[in-house]
């Protein structure tokens, strides 16, 4: 089998608010390499890399807003956030889960700091990602997935107690709870220092690392210090993973969808009429309402 | 949110000669600012009328009660100045913030005035521009005087589709002269009346 070569390293950008709340690095589409087609099927990165907020009483975050098109997935490192949508819906992403909601449709919804979290204040690490839905189910209902941690798969490898935690697909046959419209591999690999974990993912699957925690070496070659992305090639289908100190590393890797992305802010189309669509549906309560 | 270059705009809508073009594209600067900054406070006078090729401005007065009234939005594709003090010079009454990060490209009057010498079409072109604005501002007095909050809001999703997810609500009922609670219940009503 040959080998999956690094295609690109990316330092994190100059970081962002999104509400007050959410400190981002967007890796996904606005550096240079990384827009919406070249990670298809994941077509948003959002990464709040260790920040601390302070304690406040009224919570941090982002006020209601709406999606169409797409799945929006959170992955709390450090941190707890709390979400209420359109149609009643809400719940606390706890630290360690993840909230995978299927935009699809339509959603309004609105995402905070847990208010006793807050009310602590404390250090805050979480990924944010857009999974894009093909055509044919971008206007299926909307849904969530709740995943616990104790519900992902949890693979040892290594000498130090390293393991593979899948949140969706599979690794090495195990499957991750997450339910997903096309083919998708999400997980966090947690290595000891001086583990090493052995990936081996389709070709043609558009793959990624980031740097969640630690220091590794990738294909004993190149060293991705934290906070640091890495985009895979499409040459290959095995690559190494060595921690050169306690690390954590969420690889992401999907088979492209391959159709036309017509994106404008909160919504992800197929073509601008649907985009235009979208807009209109919203600005008349098509959403539903959230105060 | 697209960028939109003001050279694709004049492209778009009048027949200029391309060394007339090349010379207006060279002689307009384009200016960046950051989200909250200002092209114009009140009480100064104002050289520019300004072309968004990124970004989101707002036009806006103070009241004596220190009340915001907001004049105009402009997103991509928009013009935006206070006539009162680039054509008349007048110190300003108006404010012009970025509500996002903001490129525009600033055209100066005489720069205007010049390319209607060297080129009719021009002229033209200009004529529409402000006719087309009038048409727009009293439409807008139109609605003030006598629209429902819920006709103010059908017109103003119809004239910005996306404003509504760029800036805060009560924004949006400051430039429909309602209050944010007759906005929210109108968007209420509306969502209900989909279920």
Redesign the interface.
């Known amino acids: 089998m040959a080998t999956k070569h690094i295609e690109l390293i990316a330092a994190p950008p100059e970081p962002h608010f999104v509400g007050d709340g959410f400190r981002v690095h967007n890796f996904i589409p606005s550096l240079y390499g990384l827009d919406m087609k070249r990670m298809d099927p994941i077509i948003m990165m959002d990464y709040n890399s260790k920040f601390h907020f302070t304690a406040v009483d009224t919570p941090r975050g982002v006020g209601v807003?709406?999606h169409r098109g797409f799945e929006t997935v959170t992955i709390a490192y450090q941190g707890k956030v709390e979400h209420h949508d359109?149609s009643g819906g809400g719940g606390i992403i706890e630290q360690g889960d993840v909230q995978w909601m299927t935009a699809a449709s339509g959603v309004l919804h609105k995402e905070f700091h847990e208010s006793e979290w807050s009310k602590k204040g404390g250090i805050f690490q979480m990924v944010q990602l857009w999974v894009n839905l093909p055509a044919k189910d971008k206007m299926s209902p909307p849904k969530y997935q709740a995943i616990k941690n104790a519900e992902m798969a949890h693979i040892p490898i290594g000498q130090h107690g390293s393991e593979v935690e899948v949140i969706a697909g599979t690794y090495q046959d195990k499957k991750g709870p997450a339910s997903t419209f096309t083919p998708l591999h999400m997980y966090n690999v947690k290595l000891k220092k001086g583990d090493s974990a052995s990936i081996h993912l389709p070709k043609h699957f558009n793959t990624s690392l980031l740097v969640i925690e630690g220091e590794i070496t990738v294909n004993q070659g190149e060293d991705v210090p934290t906070d640091y992305f890495v985009l895979m090639a499409n040459d290959g289908e095995d690559f190494t993973i060595e921690a050169l100190e306690d690390s954590i590393v969420l690889v992401l890797s999907g088979e492209p969808i391959n159709e036309p992305i017509a994106a404008?802010?909160?919504f992800v189309m197929n073509t601008r009429q649907e985009l235009?669509q979208a807009?209109?549906d919203?600005?008349?309560?098509?959403?539903?309402?959230l105060? | 949110?697209?960028r939109f270059e003001f050279s694709s705009y004049l492209n778009a809508n009048v027949d200029l000669e391309p060394s007339c073009m090349q010379e207006l594209v060279k002689t307009c600067p384009t200016k960046k600012i950051k989200k909250g900054e200002f092209l114009l406070q009140a009480g100064e006078i104002s050289k520019y009328t300004y072309f968004v090729e990124k970004g989101l401005l707002r036009q806006y007065s103070i009241d004596s009660k220190g009340k915001e009234h907001i004049l105009q939005f402009a997103p991509e594709g928009w013009f935006v100045s206070d006539r009162g003090s680039v054509f008349f010079h007048q110190s300003s009454v108006y404010f012009i913030q970025a509500l996002e990060d903001t490129e525009v490209a600033l055209l100066e009057e005489n720069i205007l005035n010049e390319l209607a010498h060297k080129q009719p079409s021009f002229i033209e072109f200009n004529n529409r521009l402000l006719h087309n604005h009038i048409r727009h501002l009293q439409n807008r007095i139109t609605q003030l005087l006598g629209a429902s909050a819920e006709t103010r809001y059908l017109e103003f999703?119809k004239l910005y589709?996306?404003i509504?997810?760029?800036v805060p609500q009560t924004m949006v009922a400051s430039y429909l002269g309602i209050t944010p609670e007759s906005l929210?219940r109108v968007?209420?009503?509306?969502?209900?009346?989909?279920?």
């Open positions: 807003h709406p359109s404008h802010g909160p235009m807009f209109n919203f600005n008349q309560g098509k959403f539903g309402y105060e | 949110m697209n999703i589709p996306d509504l997810l760029r929210s968007r209420k009503e509306m969502a209900q009346n989909h279920r």
